[in-house]
């Protein structure tokens, strides 16, 4: 009789959690998959127990270890950042404090920086002020759940960045919550092309009527794969993904490796002038560092033809990339971020081109200290895609291109699309944006600047070379 009351007692135990989880909208993970989801956060509590008896460290997942993971984590859900007895971390790099830190008093907010020249050859008639420096990367509808880019440009409002379409065209889930807007068009023009995968201007016109849309960015290349085309499977074209890319249904939505009409940097040129032309506002190209005389070529086609100068460039290390790419192309093709950016703001400095082209950097910059490196290294905006995938959620489970992500994050299967709650996320979003500024601001503070803007390349030195490859100015360099 006791038996069956216990069991009793643990079944009803058991139904009362299982509903409780499925109605929660925090834990995603828990709303998918109920009662047995807990083990991960069983695992996940015990490993910081378990390590030192050899559990797997902190440091040694990649593409991004625990560390790195659980900062982001902890960020976007309001959870203090404090440690304890010191540092786990062995950074390739460290910023050189200041004797003599800004005080509170002394602090003063970034005040923005204006995109586009309103005057000139190459002037666009809606320059664009953009007022954060971090700000989250091209990531298509259809590669992320409509879930995801709901709660992605919900939170990009509150957190007031803006928030890049990919290439995958305008969704309107990217417009619900109001944040400025960057369309990405990549090698298949999707959203802006026509029938046979020109570039329709009516269809770019329509879009740069939306208050919203900002700028327009020209994708040449993306770290995940620099020299083949996006890459969507089949089973993630649904029909609605179908009507805004302009493609067929259920079909692999594969881009071209580059774009047809854009061979060299004068057809750049001419590509960046028309854009710029029909919509009247800024227009940038999203690249990978590679071959070292391209820059040169480009820069010097800027000073000589300046209305296809574009207003920004976009630098993606080659170890950037949350899309599907063959592991050919992931891991071993495209520059570092870490080499690849001092190469383009050097060269953009050597062409006297620094007040009129804005660098954005992206490339696992997910933590405030590798924001903080990159505004050193001459960057004026940084962008991340992953970051902002953690921030929602994501648990790194590697399942992006099967449509199976367990978080929904990435998922094309609405029972786990449903666990991802975009007013929940939005908040997360909105933390994890905040969180990256404050401790970037704390340490310019530490090297006695009164805001991000003066970071320069002597505030950061490396400390132990072949580590993370970051480069920088050595004492008596």
Same mark, same amino acid.
């Given at each position: 009789?006791?038996?069956t009351?216990?069991a009793?007692?643990? +079944?009803?135990?058991?139904?009362?959690?299982?509903?409780?989880?499925?109605?929660?909208?925090?834990?995603?993970?828990?709303?998918?998959?109920?009662?047995?989801?807990?083990f991960?956060y069983?695992?996940?509590?015990?490993?910081?127990y378990?390590?030192?008896?050899?559990?797997?460290?902190?440091?040694?997942?990649?593409?991004?270890n625990?560390?790195?993971?659980?900062?982001?984590?902890?960020?976007?859900?309001?959870?203090s950042n404090?440690r304890?007895?010191?540092s786990?971390n062995?950074?390739?790099?460290?910023?050189?404090?200041?004797?003599?830190p800004?005080l509170?008093?002394?602090?003063?907010?970034?005040?923005g920086?204006?995109?586009?020249?309103?005057?000139?050859?190459?002037?666009?008639?809606?320059?664009?002020t953009?007022?954060?420096?971090f700000?989250?990367?091209?990531?298509?509808?259809?590669?992320l759940?409509?879930?995801?880019v709901?709660a992605?440009?919900?939170?990009?409002?509150?957190?007031?960045?803006?928030?890049?379409?990919?290439?995958?065209g305008?969704?309107?889930?990217?417009l619900?919550?109001? @944040?400025d807007?960057v369309?990405?068009?990549?090698?298949a023009?999707?959203?802006?092309?026509?029938?046979?995968?020109? +570039?329709?201007?009516?269809?770019l016109?329509?879009?740069?009527?939306?208050?919203?849309?900002?700028?327009?960015e020209?994708?040449?290349?993306?770290?995940a794969?620099p020299g083949?085309?996006?890459?969507?499977?089949g089973?993630?074209?649904t029909?609605k993904?179908?009507?805004? *890319?302009?493609?067929?249904?259920g079909?692999?939505?594969?881009?071209p490796?580059?774009?047809?009409?854009i061979?060299?940097?004068?057809?750049?040129?001419a590509?960046?002038?028309?854009?710029?032309?029909i919509t009247?506002?800024?227009v940038?190209?999203?690249?990978v560092?590679?071959?070292?005389?391209f820059?040169?070529?480009?820069?010097t086609e800027?000073?000589a033809?300046?209305?296809?100068?574009?207003?920004?460039?976009?630098v993606?290390?080659g170890?950037?990339g949350?899309?599907?790419?063959?592991a050919?192309?992931?891991?071993?093709v495209?520059?570092?971020?870490?080499?690849?950016?001092?190469?383009v703001?050097?060269?953009?400095?050597r062409?006297?081109?620094?007040?009129?082209?804005r660098?954005?950097?992206?490339g696992?910059?997910?933590?405030?200290?590798?924001?903080?490196?990159?505004? @050193?290294?001459?960057?004026?905006?940084?962008s991340?895609?992953?970051?902002?995938?953690?921030? +929602?959620?994501?648990?790194?489970?590697?399942? @992006?291109a099967?449509g199976k992500c367990?978080?929904?994050?990435?998922?094309?299967e609405?029972?786990?699309i449903a666990?991802?709650?975009?007013?929940?996320?939005?908040?997360?979003?909105?933390r994890?944006a905040? *969180?990256i500024?404050?401790?970037?601001?704390?340490?310019?503070?530490?090297?006695?600047?009164?805001?991000?803007?003066?970071?320069?390349?002597?505030?950061?030195?490396?400390?132990? *070379?072949?580590?993370?490859?970051f480069?920088?100015p050595?004492?008596?360099?």
């Open positions: 009789m006791l038996a009351i216990i009793i007692v643990l +079944l009803t135990a058991l139904v009362v959690l299982y509903i409780h989880n499925r109605r929660q909208t925090t834990h995603t993970i828990l709303r998918n998959f109920p009662i047995i989801g807990y991960r069983f695992a996940e509590t015990l490993g910081e378990m390590r030192q008896y050899q559990y797997l460290p902190d440091w040694s997942e990649r593409p991004f625990r560390l790195e993971r659980s900062w982001v984590y902890r960020s976007a859900k309001g959870v404090l304890s007895f010191g786990e062995v950074p390739p790099f460290i910023f050189r404090n200041a004797a003599f800004i509170d008093e002394e602090k003063r907010p970034w005040t920086k204006q995109i586009g020249i309103a005057e000139g050859p190459g002037a666009c008639r809606m320059p664009y953009a007022m954060s420096f700000n989250i990367s091209g990531m298509s509808y259809g590669a759940s409509h879930a995801a709901s992605l440009s919900r939170g990009a409002k509150i957190a007031n960045i803006w928030m890049a379409t990919g290439e995958g305008l969704a309107p889930n990217h619900e919550g109001g @944040c807007i369309m990405q068009m990549g090698t023009k999707y959203g802006v092309r026509d029938a046979e995968g020109n +570039l329709s201007e009516d269809k016109r329509a879009i740069a009527a939306y208050d919203q849309v900002r700028m327009f020209v994708k040449l290349a993306q770290g794969k083949k085309g996006g890459i969507l499977p089973v993630k074209v029909q993904i179908a009507d805004i *890319r302009g493609i067929p249904v079909q692999d939505s594969i881009s490796n580059r774009h047809k009409d061979g060299n940097v004068r057809e750049l040129g590509f960046v002038n028309r854009v710029r032309t009247g506002k800024p940038g190209v999203k690249f560092a590679g071959d070292p005389t820059l040169d070529d480009w820069f800027c000073l033809r300046p209305e296809g100068c574009p207003d920004y460039i976009h993606d290390g170890e950037g949350s899309g599907a790419a063959p050919s192309l992931m891991d071993y495209g520059m570092p971020i870490t080499l690849a950016l001092p190469q703001t050097a060269a953009r400095e062409h006297g081109l620094t007040d009129r082209i660098i954005i950097a992206a696992k910059l997910i933590t405030p200290d590798k924001v903080a490196w990159a505004l @050193c290294m001459g960057a004026d905006f940084v991340s895609a992953r970051g902002f995938m953690f921030s +929602l959620g994501c648990i790194q489970a590697m399942k @992006c099967s367990p978080t929904g994050v990435t998922s094309s609405e029972r786990l666990g991802l709650d975009p007013t929940d996320k939005a908040t997360r979003v909105a994890y905040a *969180r500024r404050d401790d970037v601001d704390t340490i310019a503070h530490s090297c006695g600047l009164n805001d991000p803007g003066g970071f320069l390349p002597r505030h950061v030195t490396e400390i132990e *070379r072949g580590v993370g490859g480069r920088a050595q004492a008596g360099d």
